[in-house]
């Protein structure tokens, strides 16, 4: 991924408003590894149930995580952007508001993702999953899985963006 401004990044928001766009607190851009993201994913520091994602483009969506709670550590769980299973508590429900009148109105669409946001460093095995899970090896490219990983991205993305 291409590195973007703060500037850049305020501005591709679809499911919010400037005001609430302004106030969402950015990772320290100049630590962000671009060359190993496909996306741009954290956490707002000052709102925790509040995360951010940024595909490029950029096109960033607002999501909301679940009041964590206690997960059995022995259950496990799968991201569907990038096929990484984890123990339940490192897969979380991301819901978004709708862009629009919709999301005005409170609809959302949601999706399973890395609670940390990391799918990309996932794919590249430059991190791995907390516990005794390991990234199960598969027979597509990296490239391959890139591709996958962003096509669920963006088609997440499009149902946010289309108001449906």
């Known amino acids: 991924m291409e590195p973007l401004t703060e500037q850049q990044i305020r501005a591709s928001f679809v499911n919010c408003s400037k005001g609430e766009a302004g106030r969402i607190k950015m990772p320290d851009l100049a630590a962000v590894p671009w060359p190993d993201l ?3 994913g954290w956490t707002d520091p000052g709102a925790p149930q509040r995360a951010l994602i940024v595909l490029p483009g ?3 969506v607002v999501l909301r995580r679940p009041d964590s709670r ?4 022995t259950r496990s769980s799968m991201c569907r952007v990038c096929h990484t299973g984890h123990t339940a508590d490192g897969v979380t429900l991301f819901v978004a508001p709708l862009a629009g009148a919709a999301g ?3 609809n959302t669409v949601g999706e399973y993702i890395c609670t940390d946001l990391a799918c990309s460093l996932y794919l590249r ?6 516990g005794r899970l390991v990234r199960q090896e598969e027979t597509l490219t990296l490239d391959e899985r890139v591709d ?13 963006t289309s108001g449906r």
């Open 58 to 60: 950029p096109t960033g």
């Open 148 to 160: 996958r990983a962003m096509t669920t991205l963006n088609g997440f993305v499009k149902r946010v």
């Open 38 to 40: 496909d996306f741009l």
């Open 70 to 73: 206690r997960t059995s550590m």
């Open 125 to 130: 095995g430059k991190r791995q999953p907390r």
């Open 104 to 106: 005005r109105q409170g």
